[in-house]
Every structure is written in structure tokens, then in C-alpha cells.
């Protein structure tokens, strides 16, 4: 493929699938221009557009489209080449739910902006109208503001994109880089709710309740109370990654960043999880429906909510993220040192891991409490 100038140069995903080319960009340096081997960001792994209810589908629909109408020139293979490069499925899924925010954003607000000519100023304006509320697009609810949490994290996914951009696409500057465009602070705890120990106990004999005509369903659940896996991790476990290390049976799961860690599986665990992989061959899902579809987030929500209803638990707000706060809630609360916490949840600061202290013990006795007390006395 000839060289040629930056501006302009068309990728096409098919006719480029397997070639790319070095080109020049103003600045002088040699950029290896991004040829994603995909005719769409919906064959990437993980990323299968959801458009009907139970079609297997991994990802919103809407935001594959969004992205796939993207001029096929340097901006969508870049895109898609950044989307394939992530670690995870749960890191690209990440990726594309962010970038497809940001297009919907600068869709209302900078209509006629190209992807690649975003400014820091541009980023800035983002980032006041996602935390104030004043967003018309790139968030689900209008007029309810991003908490801090979630307005970092989607500056950190635009900072990696555009410096994905400089490397690969020329790009002069990293609009988004953190030098240029302030984080929020984000608070030292964690604002996912957890459920307490005795609903988790509860979720687990509801779980061994629903076993006998839901298998899949008590296996999924089981293994979300119990190892604090992410839902992607829980509905993408094949047969092969489960077998016995030093008298244990362990799952070995690729966590967030592409790092493989070996979770051991509880005897109860065990019981509903060990014959998921009877008759599979390795490379087989084991979560999966009855038809044999895999699980996704929704349906394992699904199955948490009849585990629950079988405990007598209140489903409102069960979620897999629900159950891994939870996890992570109970071992720090129960004083398990937090780098085994953080082995655990596959994190790779402790900083994230400690968002989960929540104080529960500090919270029973808290000086509130009294005070309601003395409160009550005097009336």
C-alpha cells in the first residue's frame, strides 16, 4: 500500500484487513497507521451487538451502529483498532460504551466535529456537562449528573483513545491527557451498595433452592457470591479453565488487564458448579441457557433475582457488580488483609480495592446512633 497523507487516508476494513501502512505525519515522526482486521467493532471479541432480547448479543446494538458510522477512513480504524487492542472483553465492552458516549455528546454539542479534531477545550466541556447535569446527550438520565467516579473513568478511557491516536494516527496532542484536562476527585469509598452477610447466606441456599430446574442459573450465582468475579468473567468460564492445583478445584480466570489468576472453588461451589462441565469439551461455556446460548450481565441478573426470590431476599437492585461489592465488603469488613482482597477482585492497585472498606463495624456503632438515641431520651 502506497504512502500518504494522514488527512484523508482511507482504511477500509475489508480491503486493508491484513496490511498497514507507515506513514508520515506533520510532526515528522513514522506513525504505523491502524488496520483493524474486522468489517465492523461488532466482530471484535466481545463486542457481538445485542438486537433482540436473548439473542446473544454482548453489547448495546445502538453504540456498535454508532460507531460503525463513523467515516471508514482514519478515525473509525483507529477506533477499531483501539476497541481490539483492549486486554478484556470487560476492558473493550468498557471502551466502546465511553467512546460511543462521547460521540453522542459531541453529536448534540459539537455538532460537525470530527472525532480526531476534539480540542482539550472540547474535552473540558464534556466532562462540566457530565457532572453537572447539563449534558442533552451521553448519558442515560438528562439533568442527573455523573457521579466522580464515573466522570474519571470515562476521561480515562478518552485519554487512552486519543493516546492511542498520537501513536497510531499522527495525532499531534492528547486532548484528553490528565495535564490538560483536570480529574474529579474521587471519594475513598466505593458507592456500588452492598447486601449484608446474612442476605449473601441467604443467596447462597437460594442458589442450592433453584438448583434442580435452573442448574445454569444456581451455578452463576453461586460463583458470583463466592468469588467476587465480574459478570464477563462468570458468563465466559469454559470447562477448561476449571481443574484441581495442590488438592483444590480452581477456576483460572483472565481478570481486567489480562491478567490470569486461579480462584479456588468452596465444597458448596463445587457442588453446583462441577457438573456444568460434565460431557463440555474444554473450550465449552458452562454458564449457559437452556438452548445453549451464553449468559450475558442481564441474564445473570435474571438468575440472581430467582436465586433471591427463593431466599426470600429483596431483588430490587441485585446485580452481579451488587455481589461483588458485597464480596469485597464482607472479607475487609472481616479484617482479610486487602492485598488478599485485591488477588481476589483482580485489581491492580490496592487503591481500587479500599473503596470497598465501607467501615460496616464503625457504621453499627456510629455516633449518630447515639445521638438518636440521647435524641429519644429527651423526648
Same mark, same amino acid.
Given at each position: ?54 439473542d446473544g448479543g454482548e453489547v448495546a446494538a445502538a453504540d456498535v451502529d454508532l460507531v460503525d458510522a463513523l ?25 466502546? %460504551?465511553?467512546?460511543? $458516549?462521547? *460521540? ?5 454539542? #459539537?455538532?460537525?466535529? +470530527?472525532? !480526531?479534531? =476534539? ?40 485519554a487512552s483513545f486519543y493516546g492511542y491516536a498520537v501513536r497510531r494516527a499522527g495525532l499531534a496532542r492528547n ?42 442459573? %444456581?451455578?452463576?450465582? $453461586?460463583? *458470583? ?5 465480574? #459478570?464477563?468473567?462468570? +458468563?465466559? !468460564?469454559? =470447562? ?27 465444597p458448596r461451589v463445587c457442588a453446583l458448579v462441577l457438573p456444568r462441565t460434565e460431557g463440555k469439551r474444554p ?61 481476589? *477482585? ?34
Open positions: 500500500m502506497d504512502d500518504a497523507p494522514l488527512t484523508g487516508t482511507l482504511i477500509g476494513a475489508a480491503a486493508a484487513a491484513s496490511r498497514a501502512s507507515v506513514t508520515v505525519s506533520p510532526d515528522g515522526r513514522g506513525v504505523d497507521v491502524p488496520a483493524p482486521m474486522v468489517a465492523s467493532v461488532g466482530d471484535i471479541a466481545g463486542l457481538a451487538p445485542r438486537r433482540a432480547r436473548g467515516p471508514r477512513d482514519l478515525a473509525w480504524s483507529t477506533v477499531a483498532a483501539w476497541l481490539t487492542a483492549g486486554k478484556s472483553v470487560s476492558t473493550r465492552r468498557a471502551r466502546l %460504551a465511553d467512546l460511543a $458516549a462521547w *460521540l453522542r455528546w459531541l453529536q448534540a454539542h #459539537a455538532p460537525g466535529l +470530527a472525532l !480526531l479534531a =476534539a480540542t482539550e477545550d472540547t474535552v473540558t466541556g464534556y466532562r462540566e456537562a457530565i457532572a453537572t447535569g447539563t449534558a442533552r446527550a451521553g448519558i442515560k438520565t438528562p439533568g442527573k449528573p455523573l457521579s466522580a467516579a464515573s466522570v474519571a473513568r470515562r476521561l480515562s478511557s478518552l486532548p484528553a491527557a490528565a495535564e490538560l484536562v483536570e480529574r474529579p476527585e474521587v471519594a475513598g469509598v466505593g458507592v456500588t451498595p452492598s447486601r449484608t452477610l446474612g442476605e449473601a447466606v441467604a443467596l447462597l441456599e437460594g442458589a442450592e433452592r433453584i438448583a434442580p430446574g435452573h442448574p445454569g442459573d %444456581a451455578a452463576a450465582v $453461586a460463583l *458470583l457470591i463466592s468469588t467476587g468475579l465480574r #459478570a464477563a468473567e462468570v +458468563a465466559g !468460564l469454559s =470447562a477448561e479453565r476449571i481443574g484441581t492445583d495442590a488438592g483444590h478445584y480452581v477456576i483460572r480466570v483472565r481478570v481486567k488487564g489480562g491478567k490470569t489468576v486461579a480462584v479456588p472453588l468452596p473450550a465449552d461455556l458452562i454458564i449457559t441457557r437452556e438452548d445453549g446460548r451464553p449468559f450475558d450481565r442481564w441474564r445473570l441478573t435474571t438468575a440472581l433475582r430467582r436465586a433471591a426470590r427463593a431466599a426470600e431476599v429483596d431483588p430490587a437492585g441485585l446485580t452481579p457488580h451488587v455481589l461483588r461489592a458485597t464480596a469485597a465488603t464482607l472479607l475487609l469488613d472481616a479484617g482479610v488483609p486487602v492485598e488478599l482482597v485485591q488477588d481476589l *477482585l483482580g485489581h491492580a492497585s490496592p487503591v481500587t480495592t479500599q473503596r470497598y472498606d465501607r467501615g460496616t463495624r464503625r457504621l453499627d456503632g456510629h455516633a449518630t446512633y447515639r445521638l438518636a438515641s440521647i435524641l429519644a431520651g429527651g423526648a
